[in-house]
């Protein structure tokens, strides 16, 4: 029992660098960009809220535990802001490898479970992985609505660009939330471009 608890403990104590982890994104407020640990929790609270625009086969439960998890990697890999340049190759590779280097710290069937919920959150290929990659994608929108543009001001960032990126994974796991978005950001970039 002892040795089950000093392995879940090391891997706590290694998740907590997620909260150093910046991202692009800031807070509502604008005062500061948000922590990967911060956005996080808030998408899990995202999925909690708006799990009634899941479709009927997507478990909420699920989608919380790919929210928690999902940027864990990022604590080795660090965040990949969706506005910059990256080698999308060398990025996945980094992620695999700090997924079998964290989660490795849980016990045997724990770490299974918690990469196999990643790698089925980065899949997008589920029920549940889509409503969830869904909200990845929709919460960071909504920050920089209001915050006055956020990361989009600063990565100088088009309407069709969002509709490609974000837009799209949106729409495909949580159409309403896209429909209810797209507007905003339209009149946003209207009035500030």
Partial sequence: MAARLDAQMAFLNEVDKLKSV????????????????????????Y???LAEHAGPDVDIARVIKMLLLHDIVEIDSGDNPI???????????????????????????QAREFIGLWREFEAAKSADAI????LDRFQPPNQNLASGGGSWAEYNVQFDTIESRVGSKVARGAPRLWAY?????????????
């Avoid at 800031?26 to 956005?39: A, K, Q, V």
């Fill in 47 to 49: 999925a909690m809220t």
């Fill in 22 to 45: 910046m991202r692009a994104t800031t807070l509502c407020d604008g005062t500061r960009r948000e922590n990967s640990g911060e956005h996080s929790w808030h998408i899990a609270l």
């Fill in 181 to 193: 978005i797209a507007p905003k950001i339209q009149a946003w970039f209207a009035q500030n471009r």
């Fill in 131 to 134: 409503f969830a990659k869904s």
């Fill in 83 to 109: 506005y910059g340049t990256v080698n999308q190759a060398q990025v996945e590779a980094e992620e695999e490898a700090a997924a079998l280097r964290i989660f490795g710290l849980l016990p045997s069937e």
